[in-house]
């Protein structure tokens, strides 16, 4: 992270809002609401509980993992109750996770439902509402910013991966992360304070004694070779996950680097695809162990170490390959999508680590996500594990232990996205990010071995900049890239994507009879764009959005399109109101820019009028004269609409 700065400065009389405070229980949560008090905002404080009830006023207590309960508090802070509009929600909830020393494998799951679920339920609550407040999520000592080996608050750092998947999901909403000190300083809460009003261009913040850090991912380039990697024959080498695509490409390369004692786990009997490729393994000298368990299973992960240890010979390296897919947005996600996706991420690193963390490792290395790294619409949950694998890293870093986050981008076989549908996988194509093939990626993995001291985390990912850049743009702040894109010299044009949006002047500049149609073909062109579709296929104005195979994610991905071209906040269902390119384009027009149709203009009736007028001269022309009469009519209305 780089220093920043920011000018105190006082919230103005004339824009008093109402604050929804997620209090923690060390008085951040109302000492800010003092201040905040103090210059005239109302504040609404809620802490967390087993039942919903009003402790005062002001002041409420409710049950994180119930969504009625959200939407209880929601009625109870609306405008009719409040006074003044909703405009900032600030999250405190995970300054009170434990020490990650201190944590135990159900603390850690828990506070994932109070931490992350939290956010997903008070999401949906209020994109049922009329309000678009600016959500903050505000976490303490969950990134690594000193060059000293902080050790990380592990259970609040999925909150980061979350947060980058609701500013692309609903950039309406988005304000912003910020990291407090792990030590609480005294000038802490005035400084978050300023962060939260005056912060409009970062998103990605962090608070080190009276220094402000912003966030940036920078460039690497690939590292030469410290060491060749030549691994044990005598040790063996752990692969979870180890009877995917990904873990068997992993396998085949630990065995041409001179692995000879291999464990692949999995929750399920070996396919027969990798039946056959174990078979190739062993045919080429290495000895090989399927072990069947859940590593989210504290027994199941005790019992393979067990095994290893009493019938293999010393362990000697982990690689964590693990993991599964439930793709939702985040205003259809359950708590149990949620769940079923961390799980291995999250309890399954963290068992791994406890039955490792004594024994003399090699390398332990994580196969990470891009996701976490710049979010991953539809991907809320894994975004989240992932961000959870990063910072374990950091933290077995700082414990003086061996430890490397790969956020892998797409692999063309055996990554996560053979399991998407193929619309998605065209949407990720051509979103800048290109392919890594297995070859590349066990030769980075080994450059990355060989040079491990060098990082903690790192990210290999085939960027087109210029296209990613304008991806990104088209939905959030995009502050984490800022000095990426700048490096790579793009034009202007890119960097500053949809700052005056090219669409916005057109509308603007066009007659009234030519702007409808502008519009319609403008959202047509998005919708193909958002099905990956080529621009020679253009689909019906009339044909449902589903009929055209878009989901609810894809749907999003239009509404986030839109808004941001348009500069107007539109509602996270608009697409499924309005389901249609005529539809749609229909209530934009009128109800969103507030423009009116030319079919309701006077200009409109008088054009009418004069075909009136022209009735009786009708009975006296040809057939032929008739026909081009009614020709000409016709274009002329089409000009207009």
């Known amino acids: 992270m780089e220093t920043g700065s920011s000018q105190s400065r006082k919230i103005s009389s004339q824009l008093s809002h109402h604050w929804l405070i997620l209090a923690d229980s060390t008085g951040v949560a109302e000492n800010l609401a003092a201040k905040l008090q103090q210059q005239g905002q109302e504040c609404s404080l809620v802490y967390r509980g087993g039942k919903y009830h009003q402790l005062a006023a002001g002041k409420y207590e409710l049950n994180p993992c119930v969504l009625q309960e959200w939407e209880q508090l929601s009625q109870e802070i609306s405008p009719k109750t409040s006074q003044l509009p909703l405009r900032k929600v600030i999250h405190l909830w995970s300054l009170d996770v434990a020490a990650s020393e201190e944590l135990t494998v159900e603390e850690l799951e828990e506070s994932q439902l109070w931490g992350c679920g939290s956010v997903i339920y008070l999401l949906q609550t209020v994109l049922k509402t009329s309000d678009y407040p600016q959500l903050w999520v505000v976490t303490r000592g969950a990134q690594p910013v000193s060059p000293d080996k902080e050790k990380l608050a592990v259970a609040a750092t999925p909150l980061w991966g979350l947060g980058r998947v609701v500013s692309l999901e609903h950039p309406q909403l988005w304000g912003g992360l910020v990291d407090l000190d792990p030590q609480k300083t005294e000038q802490e809460v005035e400084m978050l304070l300023q962060l939260l009003v005056n912060s409009s261009e970062e998103d990605h913040l962090a608070l080190r004694g009276e220094q402000t850090y912003i966030a940036r991912l920078v460039k690497q380039s690939v590292p030469e070779f410290t060491k060749a990697v030549s691994l044990s024959s005598d040790g063996t080498y752990l692969i979870t996950g180890g009877l995917g695509a990904l873990g068997l490409h992993t396998a085949q390369w630990l065995v041409e680097k001179g692995a000879q004692?291999?464990?692949?786990?999995?929750?399920?009997?070996?396919?027969?695809?990798?039946?056959?490729?174990?078979?190739?393994?062993?045919?080429?000298?290495?000895?090989?162990?399927?072990?069947?368990?859940?590593?989210?299973?504290?027994?199941?992960?005790?019992?393979?170490?067990?095994?290893?240890?009493?019938?293999?010979?010393?362990?000697?390296g982990v690689i964590h390959t693990a993991g599964v897919l439930e793709d939702a947005t985040l205003q259809q996600m359950s708590l149990e999508h949620f769940s079923k996706v961390m799980a291995p991420k999250v309890a399954g690193t963290w068992h791994l680590h406890k039955f490792t963390q004594d024994l003399p490792l090699d390398f332990f290395v994580c196969f990470s996500s891009i996701a976490s790294l710049l979010g991953s619409p539809g991907q809320g949950n894994y975004a989240a594990a992932n961000a959870f694998m990063d910072a374990f890293v950091h933290y077995r870093r700082s414990m003086g232990l061996?430890?490397?986050?790969?956020?892998?981008?797409?692999?063309?076989?055996?990554?996560?996205?053979?399991?998407?549908?193929?619309?998605?996988?065209?949407?990720?194509?051509?979103?800048?990010?290109?392919?890594?093939?297995p070859e590349q990626g066990m030769y980075a993995l080994e450059q990355l071995l060989g040079s491990q001291s060098?990082?903690?985390?790192?990210?290999?990912?085939?960027?087109?900049?210029?296209?990613?850049?304008?991806?990104?743009?088209?939905?959030?702040?995009?502050?984490?890239?800022?000095?990426?894109l700048q490096k790579e010299k793009l034009p202007q044009d890119a960097l500053k994507q949809n700052a005056e949006p090219v669409i916005l002047d057109r509308l603007e500049t066009a007659s009234e009879?030519?702007?409808?149609?502008?519009?319609?073909?403008?959202?047509?062109?998005?919708?193909?764009?958002?099905?990956g579709s080529s621009s020679s296929e253009l689909p019906e104005v009339n044909l449902g959005f589903m009929e055209m195979g878009m989901d609810s994610l894809m749907t999003v991905e239009l509404k986030n399109r839109l808004q941001t071209q348009l500069g107007k906040t539109l509602s996270g269902t608009v697409a499924i109101e309005y389901p249609t390119i005529e539809k749609l384009s229909q209530y934009i027009f009128k109800e969103v820019m507030g423009w009116k149709s030319i079919l309701d203009s006077e200009v409109?009736?008088?054009?009418?009028?004069?075909?009136?007028?022209?009735?009786?001269?009708?009975?006296?022309i040809s057939e032929e004269e008739f026909e081009a009469?009614?020709?000409?009519?016709?274009?002329?209305?089409?000009?207009?609409?």
């Open 629 to 641: 009469l009614a020709i000409q009519e016709l274009e002329e209305l089409n000009s207009m609409l």
């Open 402 to 437: 061996p430890g490397l986050s790969i956020n892998w981008g797409v692999w063309t076989s055996g990554g996560m996205v053979d399991r998407l549908a193929i619309q998605h996988q065209n949407r990720i194509y051509t979103s800048g990010i290109g392919n890594i093939a």
């Open 261 to 316: 004692h291999l464990v692949l786990t999995g929750r399920n009997a070996p396919s027969e695809t990798a039946q056959e490729t174990i078979e190739q393994l062993e045919q080429a000298g290495s000895k090989v162990r399927v072990l069947l368990g859940d590593i989210s299973i504290e027994k199941d992960i005790a019992q393979i170490i067990q095994q290893i240890q009493t019938s293999l010979p010393t362990l000697k």
């Open 454 to 484: 060098l990082t903690e985390q790192v990210g290999v990912i085939p960027v087109q900049w210029s296209v990613l850049a304008q991806q990104l743009n088209n939905s959030n702040k995009n502050s984490l890239l800022r000095e990426l």
């Open 513 to 531: 009879s030519e702007r409808q149609g502008i519009l319609m073909e403008h959202i047509r062109a998005q919708v193909v764009q958002v099905l």
């Open 604 to 620: 409109n009736l008088s054009n009418l009028e004069n075909i009136d007028n022209k009735m009786p001269e009708l009975e006296k």
